[in-house]
């Protein structure tokens, strides 16, 4: 697999994030990132508010408001700038 640029991992990190919460681990396998890359990923995203904790169960992350905000203009840049990423390209969509 190539390299990423960090707001690919960023992107699906807060979409796999997005509604009643998931786990570490999962993060690690939908952004094809090790333990030590989720973690410092998920403590740079709730610092800068993006992911909080689950306040019942703390190993629980899910996106915040802004995080979905943000989601929404990296989707949109993503879209703009029609870059093939590993995700539409998994998909088979033909770009321009």
């Known amino acids: 697999m190539q390299n990423r640029q960090q707001s690919e ?3 699906d990190i807060l979409t796999v994030c997005n509604g009643s919460g998931t786990t570490i681990t999962n993060v ?5 990132i090790s333990h030590a ?4 990923y998920l403590g740079e ?10 306040i019942f169960d703390s190993r ?7 995080g979905l905000k943000y989601l ?6 993503s879209e703009l700038l ?5 995700r539409i390209a998994k998909s088979g ?3 321009c």
């Open 45 to 54: 995203l709730i610092d800068k508010g993006l992911i909080e904790n689950d």
């Open 28 to 32: 690690m396998f939908h952004a094809y």
């Open 82 to 86: 029609a870059i093939e990423t590993r």
């Open 72 to 77: 929404a203009g990296l989707e949109t840049m």
């Open 9 to 11: 991992i960023v992107r």
């Open 37 to 40: 890359q989720a973690r410092g």
């Open 60 to 66: 629980q992350y899910r996106s915040t408001p802004k």
């Open 93 to 95: 969509a033909n770009i």
